[in-house]
């Protein structure tokens, strides 16, 4: 068997003994393999293994993809979005992660509705409050939530978050904690269009941890690709 799929295989393990730790069901949380930066090929494999659900963060990259694989993967936006792009990917992408402002909301909530779809949304927030990260505060997220909630074309799922990179993924558990809290707290408030049953929480690092605290994506990458190489492209 190649080494990706020996790489895929035991990534779903993880995140199945995980689920077990958890107390939780297999199928409440999904493995979205990050394909960034990695061939085609590559995404061909994993289909053929009966992966669906892949990740970029780049439109570009995810839109070149898209063209030339199977019609049925699930393609998720994982990245941070210029307004710009948002037009090139509006017909096919089956989530946005990374809706940190009202504007780039209206820019989706626009494109969607000229090809009459509604297109899910997660709400980036950047609970650990890293200078360089995107996403919105966690005292930010209701209100923008609230301003979100009631454009058409555009629905909200629930929230994302990117970690700290640390080397203990213990470290992170108090992240994770913070983002499921959060949106039980914005669950609570009943707000028409705005379901908070996704939390995109969890990278190779750290996706057990993620699982163990309510995640319902984690987006795995270096763990099933291997590392990838920026200066090859
Ligand atoms: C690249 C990326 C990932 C995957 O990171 P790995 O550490 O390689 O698993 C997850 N989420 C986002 C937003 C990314 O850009």
Request: with cysteine; net charge negative; charged share 25%.
């Amino acid at each position: 068997m190649s080494e990706l799929l020996d790489r895929m295989h035991s990534v779903q393990k993880r995140v199945e003994a995980a689920c077990v730790r958890a107390g939780r069901s297999r199928e409440d949380v999904c493995l979205i393999a990050v394909s960034k930066t990695k061939p085609v090929e590559n995404v061909e494999e994993l289909y053929a293994d009966g992966q669906r659900v892949f990740g970029e963060n780049k439109v570009q990259e995810m839109c070149a993809k898209h063209e030339v694989t199977k019609q049925d993967i699930q393609w998720h936006m994982i990245g941070h979005l210029q307004r710009n792009k948002v037009k090139y990917m509006a017909d096919f992408v089956t989530m946005i992660h990374s809706v940190d402002s009202f504007r780039l909301a209206e820019t989706i909530s626009k494109e969607a509705q000229k090809h009459g779809r509604v297109i899910p949304v997660l709400i980036e927030v950047n609970v650990a409050g890293e200078e360089s990260k995107f996403g919105v505060s966690p005292e930010e997220a209701l209100p923008l939530v609230r301003e979100i909630a009631p454009l058409p074309g555009i629905t909200v799922r629930g929230l994302m978050t990117i970690a700290p990179f640390v080397d203990d993924p213990e470290e992170n558990r108090p992240v994770f904690r913070q983002l499921k809290k959060l949106s039980v707290d914005i669950a609570k408030e009943n707000i028409n269009n705005v379901t908070m049953c996704e939390l995109s929480m969890g990278m190779t690092n750290d996706f057990e941890v993620a699982i163990e605290e309510g995640a319902t994506f984690v987006r795995v990458g270096t763990a099933i690709f291997g590392a990838r190489n920026y200066s090859i492209g």
